[in-house]
Each structure stands twice: as C-alpha cells, then as structure tokens.
C-alpha cells in the first residue's frame, strides 16, 4: 500500500481508536503483525475500556500482544464472568495476565 498505515488501520479506527492512537497500536511489536495489536485491543474494548485507556495498558504491558489470542479472550471472558469492566478491569487484567 503506497500510504503509511493504510492496511490494517482502518479496523482498529472502527473500534474508535484515532489514528494517531492505531499507530501507536500497531508500532508496538510489529514483528507479531497487526493481527496480535487488533484481537488485544479488541478483549480491552469489550471488557469496557476506552481506547486510550486499552492503548496505555497495552503500552505499560506489551507482553500482552505476544499472548496467544485464545488466551487473551478466556482471560477477558472470566473478566467479564465476574462483572469487572472499565478501570477495575485494566488493573485486574494487568494483575492477573502476569501470573
């Protein structure tokens, strides 16, 4: 694609992330492709996290990108079991993803 970031972008810009905060997404760990950024962020969002706030923790924590999808949703799931979304969620998921 001749412009920069025009690739996957556009589906992490339909999850409301801006585009200077999906380039911030997908410069992470690029090796893994856009793929790891997108499902990561995809679980943060639907556990109730802003964009901004999925961004920071993705950055505070970019180990989370390396883990395996099915991993991510079975931890957001059991999250989301529990009734915790928003900022209780993050500092949990950030908690518990490092055991």
Do not use: H, V, W
């Amino acid at each position: 694609c001749p412009r920069r970031g025009c690739g996957e972008a556009p589906a992490l810009r339909a999850m409301g992330f801006s585009e200077e905060q999906a380039r911030r997404l997908l410069g992470l760990q690029p090796r893994l492709g856009p793929q790891r950024g997108e499902a990561a962020a995809a679980q943060l969002l639907l556990l109730g996290l802003s964009a901004e706030a999925a961004l920071g923790l993705l950055e505070r924590s970019p180990g989370l990108l390396r883990m395996p999808t099915e991993r991510l949703k079975e931890r957001a799931g059991e999250l989301r079991r529990l009734g915790l979304d928003g900022g209780r969620a993050a500092r949990l998921y950030f908690t518990c993803i490092n055991l």
